[in-house]
């Protein structure tokens, strides 16, 4: 019998050391599973702030843009709105409710039944859209009597392409649309 209590001690202090070294990599793994919590947790909050600080410089950017006298419009390439100010709405009688959903054929649509010669700035959208690389401007004129003056500008980010922005601005007593030609706006007397 003293036999078996020396087996069943040795197989008990065996099997201690055996859920010993179990626990001990256990905690090892929890341990390393902790500060990769840890590590995840600092980075999830980082990117929050970041993310708090993006949203407040889009928001402070955005409001820049409303408070401009310019209507402005931003357009990318599949054809939707990418962002407009709220002078761009006024100047155009739009309501953001409206512009939801709407492509660029249909908002140049709604432009165009406002401009006394439709003609002229269709073209000088085409001709925008024939020579991107270049900046498009015209003096447009509005059934309600006033002026505009329209300026394309390719938006790039990196050097690509990403859209158009165009910019609105009211001209008091500019020269007749009739007699403005289409031109790079470099050649354009302002």
Do not use: I
Not at 10 to 23: D, F, I
Not at 35 to 55: C, F, H, I, P, V
Not at 96 to 121: C, I, T, Y
Request: one cysteine or more; hydrophobic letters at 40%; proline letters at 4%.
């Amino acid at each position: 019998m003293p036999e078996l209590r020396e087996k069943r001690a040795a197989a008990g202090s065996e099997l201690v050391n055996q859920l010993a070294h179990e626990l001990a990599r256990a905690q090892r793994s929890l341990a390393a599973s902790q500060q990769k919590l840890l590590a995840a947790n600092r980075s999830l909050q980082t990117r929050m702030q970041d993310l708090g600080e993006a949203r407040a410089t889009v928001a402070l950017l955005l409001a820049t843009l409303d408070a401009c006298e310019d209507g402005v419009l931003a357009t990318g390439h599949f054809g939707h709105a990418m962002h407009y100010n709220l002078r761009f709405l006024q100047m155009w009688r739009l309501t953001a409710e409206r512009m939801e959903g709407l492509n660029d054929s249909a908002l140049l649509a709604l432009q165009l039944a406002q401009v006394r010669d439709p003609q002229f700035l269709l073209a000088l959208v085409e001709a925008h859209h024939a020579r991107p690389e270049e900046e498009h401007s015209g003096l447009v004129e509005r059934t309600d009597g006033r002026t505009l003056h329209c300026l394309m500008v390719s938006h790039r980010v990196q050097g690509q392409r990403l859209g158009t922005v165009t910019t609105w601005r009211e001209v008091p007593q500019a020269k007749n649309p009739s007699q403005t030609s289409l031109m790079p706006v470099s050649s354009m007397p302002m």
